[in-house]
């Protein structure tokens, strides 16, 4: 079957650091990536990860764990407008087809 | 460059209707993906165009389908709408079919459904 899980709900200082995990089960495995999505808004694409490791993006860093089947996405200098669902999704070997996980809600307080 | 684009924003239908909903992906982009997203069920696939042709389909009635244009647009369509299709439904666009870093897959605002 096909299981992504991540936290529900996350809520964190403005300025502090954010780990947002999710661990994935899946029959196949094209990548893994993070998406943002504001309230009302398109999900924006974050992060891919392929291969194991740290990938690092301006104040965003997303791990990818293949043997583990997990991935974090970090947050460094929370700002409020980070306050957003963050989707967790795994490629599937079949064509172009995301596997999302029920994202995190994430708020920022001040 | 403009984003993808999905039209209408919202729409209200009643039971047994039926509804086109249209996405116009990134300039140069070729394939494109619908989703349904709800709050109980999160993101899911519902199928994938390419070349005019679908490549892939998740785990959904024949009630939705869609078709994709030679100028890379595409429509999905739902009949027969029942209470439980109320949803938002994305489309992404991407380069071409597949995974991978030069592949992202990029969405519209979406397309609010409401069936009553």
């Known amino acids: 079957g096909q299981n992504i899980d991540q936290p529900t709900e996350m809520t964190a200082t403005e300025g502090a650091i954010v780990q947002i995990n999710c661990t994935y089960q899946?029959?196949?495995?094209?990548?893994l990536f993070w998406y943002q999505q504001h309230a009302g808004e398109a999900p924006t694409f974050l992060s891919y990860n392929v291969l194991d490791g740290l990938e690092e993006k301006g104040r965003f860093s997303s791990f990818l764990s293949r043997s583990k089947g997990y991935s974090y996405l970090l947050l460094k200098e929370l700002q409020m407008k980070d306050s957003a669902s963050y989707l967790c999704a795994v490629g599937d070997n079949q064509g172009g087809k995301l596997i999302f996980g029920q994202g995190t809600e994430l708020s920022v307080k001040p | 460059k403009a984003g993808v684009t999905q039209t209408p924003r919202y729409l209200i239908k009643t039971r047994g209707q039926q509804v086109t909903l249209s996405c116009s992906p990134i300039s140069g982009h070729r394939s494109v993906s619908w989703y349904q997203q709800t709050p109980g069920q999160g993101l899911q696939f519902l199928f994938e165009y390419f070349s005019e042709t679908q490549r892939n389909k998740g785990n959904f009635p024949g009630r939705f389908s869609g078709r994709q244009f030679s100028n890379s647009r595409s429509e999905m369509n739902v009949s027969t709408l029942e209470l439980g299709d109320s949803a938002l439904y994305l489309c992404?666009?991407?380069?071409?079919?597949?995974?991978?870093?030069?592949?992202?897959?990029?969405f519209g605002a979406g397309t609010r459904l409401s069936v009553l």
């Open positions: 899946t029959s196949g495995f094209n990548g």
């Open positions: 992404a666009s991407s380069l071409s079919p597949g995974m991978g870093a030069k592949n992202i897959q990029y």
